[in-house]
T-cell receptor, first 115, second 115 residues
Framework: GAGVSQSPSNKVTEKGKDVELRCDPI?????LYWYRQSLGQGLEFLIY????????KSGLPSDRFSAERTGGSVSTLTIQRTQQEDSAVYLC?????????????FGDGTRLSIL | KQEVTQIPAALSVPEGENLVLNCSFT??????LQWFRQDPGKGLTSLLL?????REQTSGRLNASLDKSSGRSTLYIAASQPGDSATYLC??????????????FGKGTKLSVIP
């Protein structure tokens, strides 16, 4: 597609449920990133993929968070046993390569609300 | 730990004014700095990317400067228009090493251009 696509755009779920968020990067982009944007907290890095491997998971806040990427393309961020503090906008970005010269292109995000 | 600060947090100007947004960072060992705009409910749109070896970048009415040694960047917007109303974020990418591909973001400046 023309840009980074994320689904769903909005998700409301009850505390304790598991959720899956999906990201479709720009075609041909090998690097993929997940960020979280919380009210008052700004944007925080979660995890970075190069191809299907994740060399940097340092931003994942707890073991309830996991992510995978298949076929060097689509990525899924899974949050297990959701808590109210997980409510945030989850943004995905991709870049042509992981090199520092490559700008990151962002999707519109998934707005997650935990009741 | 890198910290990025943006001042002011909010800014309101009449249409046609030139304006400057400020960004500062604590660790000058950066690879590049990127300016984004974010419209309500949307993802981030990349505006300008300045490599650490560069002093400025220009795109249309936008000009971004970088003074790495003092840990500062500015985004200059000429002849502001109501369509420029958005939140502007700056982000730095660290020098190569563990976690080097992530961006560290400021909390943004919310700009309102009054017709």
């Amino acid at each position: 597609g023309a840009g980074v696509s994320q689904s769903p755009s909005n998700k409301v779920t009850e505390k304790g449920k598991d959720v899956e968020l999906r990201c479709d990067p720009i075609s041909g982009h090998t690097a993929l990133y997940w960020y979280r944007q919380s009210l008052g907290q700004g944007l925080e890095f979660l995890i970075y993929f190069q191809g299907n491997s994740a060399p940097d998971k340092s931003g994942l806040p707890s073991d309830r968070f996991s992510a995978e990427r298949t076929g060097g393309s689509v990525s899924t961020l899974t949050i297990q046993r959701t808590q109210q503090e997980d409510s945030a906008v989850y943004l995905c970005a991709s870049s042509f390569a992981p090199g520092a010269h490559q700008p990151q292109h962002f999707g519109d995000g998934t707005r997650l609300s935990i009741l | 730990k890198q910290e990025v600060t943006q001042i002011p947090a909010a800014l309101s100007v009449p249409e046609g004014e030139n304006l400057v947004l400020n960004c500062s960072f604590t660790d000058s060992a950066i690879y590049n700095l990127q300016w984004f705009r974010q419209d309500p409910g949307k993802g981030l749109t990349s505006l300008l990317l300045i490599q650490s070896s560069q002093r400025e970048q220009t795109s249309g009415r936008l000009n971004a400067s970088l003074d790495k040694s003092s840990g500062r960047s500015t985004l200059y917007i000429a002849a502001s228009q109501p369509g420029d109303s958005a939140t502007y974020l700056c982000a730095v990418r660290h020098t190569p090493g563990a976690g080097s591909y992530q961006l560290t973001f400021g909390k943004g400046t919310k700009l309102s251009v009054i017709p």
